[in-house]
């Protein structure tokens, strides 16, 4: 399986039977492509007590980038949080079908990090029209991260439009996406169905419109308290899959595969370092 290599300048990678980059977009860092909308994968923000910031992963906060064994690694010190370094690193998985966002925050303040979350997404924000203010869902890992939609990290804007679920740990048949969901989309640039997965241990909040399959689901990690010599530790994966049709049959043929998929990511041991 083949992974990163730098050209030039750029850093590039095969995956779901095209060439990707590594790059920036709408302040977010993440895998770009000719011809799709972008970027997939994506660091898209930070947030913590009191504040939040949706343009923290940009390349003035990018400080270090290389490939280390097949791997993307890309190093960012987002000014003004403390000492917070992010480490993200981007590599091939499941024989190239899959790509694994991990993700490693530590910082050299105490006290100054409170509930931290490092914000990704998967896929970038469909081009299906959607309402000018939609209504957003909040599913929270527990009564903490239940709390923390409320303490001043989302402007008052958002909380008017949003609503926090009860606290409740899916059934396994009900963290699946409905079958139809995870179909090609034109607008995202695959040619067959693409499924995301997240350790729900890993996640404070997920937080999504639910209007449709193809709009992003933001991936809100840690939300614990980041203290000098502590690190944090997650991961988020996107799987590419062949063509899938509409019938009933493929439908539960493609359920079974992504139950498949799920149960060996959520069977994988966790990322113990991202170098």
Known sequence: ?????????????????????FG???GRAGLLREGASGPFLALVGLAAVGRRDDAAFTA?????????????LATFEPPGW??????AGWGPCRDGRGMD????ASADSVGELRRLEVMAEARPKSLVASPPEPRFMVVPRDRVAAGSSYDGREPDALLARLMTLEVARPSPDEALPDPGG???????????????????????????TQLHAAEPIRYAFFGHDLEKGVVLRGRLRGVFLAEWGATGSERESLRSVLRLERDR???EPPPLRTD
């Open 60 to 72: 003035d906060s990018l400080v270090d980038v290389d490939v280390v064994h097949g791997r993307l």
């Open 82 to 87: 403390h000492g917070l370094t992010v480490r």
């Open 101 to 104: 966002l991990e993700i490693q």
């Open 1 to 21: 399986m083949k992974g990163w290599r730098r050209v030039g300048d750029r850093f590039e990678v095969d995956w779901a039977d095209a060439v990707w980059t």
């Open 182 to 208: 995870v179909a090609a989309d034109p607008d995202l640039g695959f040619p067959g169905a693409f499924h995301e997965i997240a350790h729900p241990d890993d996640v404070a909040r997920d937080i999504s």
């Open 265 to 267: 990511f959520f069977a």
């Open 24 to 26: 920036f977009a709408e």
